[in-house]
């Protein structure tokens, strides 16, 4: 078989999510995540709400899916923002029962999801330094990490299409990486947040 540029454009998308999927599944073990300490779960209330964030959840899953498809399919810059919002949503009522069931990353979670208030002039540089890679954020244990990211992947996902509104093939390919790899993050979540 030949090599083309066509073949690399059908491989490496593939490949970049392997690569991603393994990075993010390997920040925490199985002992780490049955390790973490959660508040327990004790009235209807808590349960009927952790309930919702599970259909919340799968819900994101399913309106990530249909973004990375979106995108690829050429979708315009409204459509995709408008994807983008849903899932920066959909993740909020989830960070929420995150930061109820994982108390010590309340004030990690609280300042990831106060970056919607910057998302219209915060560069992506900036973006990437203070919110993907914690620079402005509090120190927190591992398990706080999977949660934020629900939030600030599609929060990039605005910040890109802000910047290049024509989403040139670069820019559509960032859009799918991000969250292609915020998909591998959901499962961490699930155990974390609604187990």
């Given at each position: 078989m030949r090599f083309t540029w066509k073949l690399c454009l059908i491989v490496?998308?593939?490949f970049l999510f392997i690569i991603q999927f393994v990075t993010a599944s390997s920040t925490m073990?199985?002992?780490e995540l049955m390790g973490v300490e959660?508040?327990?779960?004790?009235?209807?209330?808590?349960?009927?709400?952790?309930?919702?964030?599970?259909?919340?959840?799968?819900?994101y899953e399913i309106e990530a899916k249909k973004l990375v498809r979106m995108t690829k399919s050429g979708a315009d810059e409204q459509a995709i923002n408008t994807q983008a919002s849903k899932l920066l949503d959909l993740s909020e009522v989830v960070i929420d029962s995150a930061r109820f069931r994982l108390p010590q990353c309340d004030e990690y979670l609280a300042k990831s999801t106060a970056l919607r208030g910057s998302l219209s002039d915060i560069s992506h540089e900036t973006l990437e330094k203070d919110y993907h890679h914690d620079g402005a954020l509090p120190e927190a244990p591992a398990e706080c990490y999977h949660a934020k990211d629900l939030f600030v992947h599609p929060a990039t996902v605005l910040v890109l299409t802000r910047d290049d509104p024509k989403l040139a093939s670069e820019t559509r390919n960032s859009i799918t990486a991000e969250i292609t790899e915020v998909l591998a993050h959901t499962e961490f979540v699930r155990q974390l947040v609604l187990y």
């Open positions: 490496f998308p593939s073990t199985n002992e959660k508040t327990i779960v004790d009235s209807d209330e808590v349960r009927q709400q952790l309930q919702k964030s599970a259909v919340l959840l799968a819900n």
